[in-house]
Structure formats: C-alpha cells, structure tokens
C-alpha cells in the first residue's frame, strides 16, 4: 500500500477519529504547539484515551522465549505503527519491553518533511510502567533526550512500603531522574500499578491520549482492567497487526491466563492489509 508512505493508512483514520473530524489533517504534522496537534479524545475528564496495539504472530505470540524482543511487524505494518504514534499524545509500554527491547518510542519511520513546510509530526511522550525502577539508564529513550532528539520520559512507578526497598527506591528514583527521566508516583493494587489511578495521573498531567504498545503482561492488565466492574472505561480502541508466522509454544503470549470474562466486548471496525500483515481494528 505505497500511499501508507505519504499519508496514515485509512484504517487508523477511521478507527481513532470521528466521522466529521477533517481527515485530510489529522495527524500527519502539528504546529509547534503541541495542545493544538489532532488527537483523539474521550469525554470523560478522569483519564485519556486509551488505544492497545501490538503485532502477533498466527498462534498470538507476541515475543520470543523469556521475552525476548521478536520483529513480527513488516516495514509496511511498523510504518503504520509510526502514523498511529504521532496521531497520540503518549505512548506505553512496560518495563519488561523496556529492557528487552531498548525502544526509542519515536516517528523516525515517517516521511520526511520538505524543509520549507511549517509544520512538524508530533512527537508523543514516552512512559515507562516500572514499579520498582529497573529503567537502566543508558537506554534509547533517555539517549534520546539527553541529545535533544527526544521527548523526556516518564516513569510511572509506586513507591514500596517497607523501610529498605523504600530507600533503594529512592536511590534509583534520584539516579533515574539525574540522567533525564521524570518519575511520576501512581497508585498501586494487588497486581502492581493501577491501571485507573495511572490513567487519571497521565490526564491530569494533560496526557489526552495514550497509545499502550505492550508487552504481554501490560496487555493483560489493560485487557482486565477494561472489564473490572468497579473501575470506569479503560481502553477505547484495539488494533492488532497478525502477521504471516508461527512462534511455536516457546513464545511469549497474553492471553493463556485470561478468563472469558475479562475479556472486553469488541466491535469490530476495520481491516486492512498492509504489506504482507493483516491490521484489525476494534472500538470497544
């Protein structure tokens, strides 16, 4: 789909925007203020809109044995993860991905921009979910923002109870924070970092929508908390790139543990195929 290098494939456009929104706009560049770039959005003040996105393989893996970082996505597919980026205001994922797969988080893959155009993509906001702060501190995102070609990330953790992991917590927060990165204190539950109190933290600091890419176990979460009966609306939109291949049982997957009831209602939107990927897109 050679369009899909000049413009953001119709599936994203249809999926993550209304009907009468200005199409022919939206996303591909923003003024230097970044408030006015197009972005979808919800009603509901208390959190962002949420987008889940990740690649799998024909039997749902989405990385390789113990974690490890597997390019499922082809150059058409990953190009079109880059539109849906600068179509967010912050983009997610969780430690484990952090360190596995040393992202930059970033629209490199995007079209150049002719010098005298007065418009820029948009950049969006790198999170980091890391309850006990193992971000190592040489990573790419920070790399990134210390060389001014990046936006500064956040670290989304909970601080722990007990007097010496409080105090090491401590310790690694003032490291990370020294070398570029913004630690930002969310409520904590049984499972780890609660994906309501996170959200309505990310929005309150004018985060209007996040694009959640994984791993495994933040899908679970998102997927969970999307269902839970005493928390609100906690994922907009699902859009899933299949590729063409098989893992096999030593891959990673997310959802062997889930029950049928966490597992949230779909309605399905849109599907296209990019490259030699198949894109499905879901509103929930």
Not at 25 to 38: E, I, K, N, R
Not at 118 to 129: A, E, I, K, S, T
Not at 168 to 182: F, I, P, S, V
């Amino acid at each position: 789909m050679s369009h899909h290098r000049t413009q953001p494939p119709t599936i994203l456009l249809d999926t993550l925007f209304s009907s009468d929104a200005p199409l022919e706009h939206l996303s591909l560049y923003s003024t230097t203020d970044d408030v006015q770039a197009p972005s979808p959005t919800v009603d509901d003040e208390s959190r962002p809109w949420v987008t889940l996105t990740f690649a799998q393989s024909l039997d749902a893996k989405i990385a390789g044995e113990a974690g490890k970082q597997l390019i499922l996505s082809g150059k058409e597919s990953m190009l079109m993860t880059h539109w849906m980026r600068s179509m967010h205001d912050a983009i997610l994922v969780g430690i484990g991905t952090a360190l596995n797969d040393n992202p930059q988080l970033n629209t490199r893959l995007l079209p150049q921009l002719p010098a005298d155009n007065p418009h820029r993509y948009h950049l969006p906001r790198p999170v980091v979910v890391d309850t006990h702060l193992r971000l190592r501190l040489d990573c790419k995102l920070l790399n990134n923002y210390r060389a001014g070609v990046g936006r500064r990330p956040w670290v989304m953790s909970s601080a722990p109870i007990g007097e010496a992991e409080g105090k090491t917590w401590r310790e690694q927060r003032k490291a990370l924070e020294d070398a570029g990165a913004r630690v930002v204190e969310v409520g904590a539950d049984s499972g780890g970092i609660s994906i309501p109190s996170m959200l309505a933290v990310l929005r309150s600091l004018g985060v209007r929508s996040l694009m959640v890419e994984g791993g495994a176990g933040i899908i679970k979460s998102f997927l969970a908390a999307a269902t839970a009966d005493n928390v609100g609306e906690t994922v907009d939109a699902l859009i899933v790139t299949v590729a063409p291949t098989f893992v096999g049982r030593e891959g990673v997957g997310y959802g062997e543990n889930l029950l049928a009831a966490e597992v949230p209602r779909l309605r399905h939107k849109h599907t296209e195929i990019v490259g030699q990927d198949t894109v499905v897109a879901f509103r929930l």
